[in-house]
């Protein structure tokens, strides 16, 4: 494909550090404003994340995985109605082919207090599946350290959000829950070498869901890819010591596609390295919400800005389609049961054969 001045050829960096001064923050918001509307991706280098936890998470890391493997299928997410837990390599399909990656999903502190009758989506939240303490000293104590520190920063990012949109602070508010009844998801994923897997496809393109993912690329390797309008994919490479910040389709629904979710995807390292390492935080919204309904009355002179991009080409993914018919939960339920089925077949039964009437596929798949 042919590249346009409206295309991206890398991604925008941003330095919290511009925040401490007014001057210089309004530069930072201008920065931000151009990485949620024209990209959809963005680096945030010195965040409030203090870089010995981020060296002791990223530590544990080829501990976890190392685990024997009936340690690890002890912890098989088929356990959980709330799909938290492990996966093995191999089991998730994006665009037919197996994402080559192992992983673990896991989550804030959070108690189901779910009863028959209610929406099935209020089952999603729930407790993690942890490896035992004597196995992984430690790990869990400094994992949940690390989301706590992750999910105070996704809050106050959620304000530069809105004030970039020219919105207050608070102009995202009313989609987020009271904080100490709202639960984050977050995973630990390996993508194994090129020679040790099937195919160089670490995990396909595709969209996040909700608003905002915060990704530490937690080893040294290049994979991840993002695509520019016009379908050429642009390199992610790691930076120490920050984040990849990126939009997800709930936000481009309620700001009426003024932030891009961008299309992305994770290439398998080169045969005879070592495995690549990532540790991605999804902030939620509420469950409850739809939507459609809820779209934000931005500025004009903000919301003109989205002209300036043109025409977005065909991207390859098309998931989360759903945030125009259903509440934010069942939206997030339902991709977990196309990419999860052995979880549905257990836990939801009913959903599982409305969306699989043939019966339990051999791989899950987004879409």
């Given at each position: 494909?042919?590249s346009?001045?409206?295309?991206?050829?890398s991604?925008?960096?941003?330095?919290y550090?511009?925040l401490?001064?007014?001057?210089?923050?309004a530069?930072?918001i201008?920065q931000l404003?151009?990485?949620?509307?024209d990209v959809?991706?963005l680096y945030?280098?010195h965040?409030?994340?203090p870089?010995?936890l981020?060296d002791?998470?990223?530590?544990y890391?080829?501990?976890?995985?190392?685990?024997?493997?009936e340690?690890?299928d002890?912890?098989?997410?088929a356990n959980s109605?709330?799909?938290?837990?492990?996966?093995?390599?191999?089991?998730?399909r994006?665009?037919?082919?197996?994402?080559?990656?192992e992983?673990?999903d896991l989550?804030?502190?959070?108690?189901n207090?779910w009863?028959?009758?209610?929406?099935e989506?209020l089952?999603l939240?729930g407790?993690s599946?942890?490896?035992?303490e004597e196995?992984?000293?430690?790990?869990?104590?400094?994992?949940?350290?690390?989301?706590?520190?992750?999910?105070?920063l996704?809050?106050?990012?959620?304000?530069?959000?809105?004030?970039?949109?020219?919105?207050?602070?608070?102009?995202?508010?009313?989609?987020?829950?009271?904080?100490?009844?709202?639960?984050?998801?977050?995973?630990?994923?390996k993508?194994?070498?090129?020679?040790?897997?099937?195919?160089e496809?670490?995990?396909?393109?595709?969209?996040?869901?909700?608003?905002?993912t915060?990704?530490?690329?937690?080893?040294?390797?290049?994979?991840?890819?993002?695509q520019?309008p016009?379908g050429?994919?642009?390199?992610?490479?790691?930076?120490?010591?920050?984040f990849?910040i990126?939009?997800?389709?709930?936000?481009?629904?309620?700001?009426q596609?003024l932030a891009?979710?961008?299309?992305?995807?994770?290439l398998?390292?080169?045969?005879?390295?070592?495995?690549?390492?990532?540790?991605?935080?999804?902030?939620?919204?509420?469950q409850?919400?739809?939507?459609?309904?809820?779209?934000l009355?931005l500025p004009p002179e903000?919301?003109?800005?989205k002209?300036r991009?043109?025409?977005?080409g065909q991207?390859?993914?098309?998931?989360?389609?759903e945030?125009?018919?259903?509440?934010?939960?069942?939206?997030?339920?339902?991709?977990?049961v196309?990419?999860h089925?052995?979880v549905?077949e257990?836990h939801y039964?009913?959903?599982?054969?409305?969306?699989f009437?043939?019966?339990?596929?051999?791989h899950?798949t987004?879409?």
């Amino acid at each position: 494909m042919t590249s346009t001045d409206k295309d991206f050829t890398s991604i925008p960096i941003l330095n919290y550090a511009l925040l401490s001064s007014p001057d210089t923050r309004a530069v930072f918001i201008k920065q931000l404003r151009h990485a949620l509307i024209d990209v959809g991706f963005l680096y945030l280098e010195h965040p409030p994340v203090p870089d010995a936890l981020f060296d002791e998470v990223i530590a544990y890391l080829p501990r976890v995985f190392g685990l024997p493997q009936e340690r690890k299928d002890a912890l098989r997410m088929a356990n959980s109605p709330h799909f938290l837990g492990y996966s093995r390599l191999g089991v998730e399909r994006t665009k037919g082919a197996a994402d080559q990656r192992e992983q673990f999903d896991l989550a804030t502190p959070f108690e189901n207090s779910w009863e028959s009758g209610q929406p099935e989506y209020l089952r999603l939240w729930g407790p993690s599946q942890w490896p035992e303490e004597e196995d992984v000293p430690g790990f869990k104590t400094t994992f949940l350290r690390y989301l706590d520190a992750v999910v105070s920063l996704s809050y106050e990012f959620t304000g530069l959000v809105a004030e970039a949109f020219g919105l207050s602070p608070d102009g995202l508010a009313q989609f987020y829950g009271p904080r100490e009844r709202t639960q984050h998801r977050s995973k630990i994923v390996k993508y194994p070498t090129r020679d040790a897997v099937a195919s160089e496809q670490g995990v396909g393109p595709h969209f996040d869901a909700g608003f905002l993912t915060f990704l530490l690329q937690a080893s040294d390797h290049a994979g991840l890819q993002v695509q520019n309008p016009s379908g050429e994919w642009i390199d992610v490479p790691p930076r120490p010591y920050t984040f990849v910040i990126n939009i997800g389709k709930g936000l481009e629904s309620v700001t009426q596609g003024l932030a891009r979710a961008t299309s992305h995807r994770v290439l398998a390292p080169a045969a005879g390295t070592s495995p690549r390492y990532s540790i991605p935080f999804f902030q939620n919204i509420a469950q409850d919400l739809r939507l459609s309904e809820q779209v934000l009355q931005l500025p004009p002179e903000v919301l003109k800005l989205k002209g300036r991009r043109g025409e977005l080409g065909q991207t390859d993914p098309v998931n989360f389609s759903e945030y125009d018919t259903l509440p934010a939960g069942q939206v997030s339920l339902v991709n977990r049961v196309k990419s999860h089925p052995d979880v549905a077949e257990r836990h939801y039964p009913d959903l599982f054969k409305q969306i699989f009437p043939h019966g339990l596929p051999t791989h899950g798949t987004g879409y």
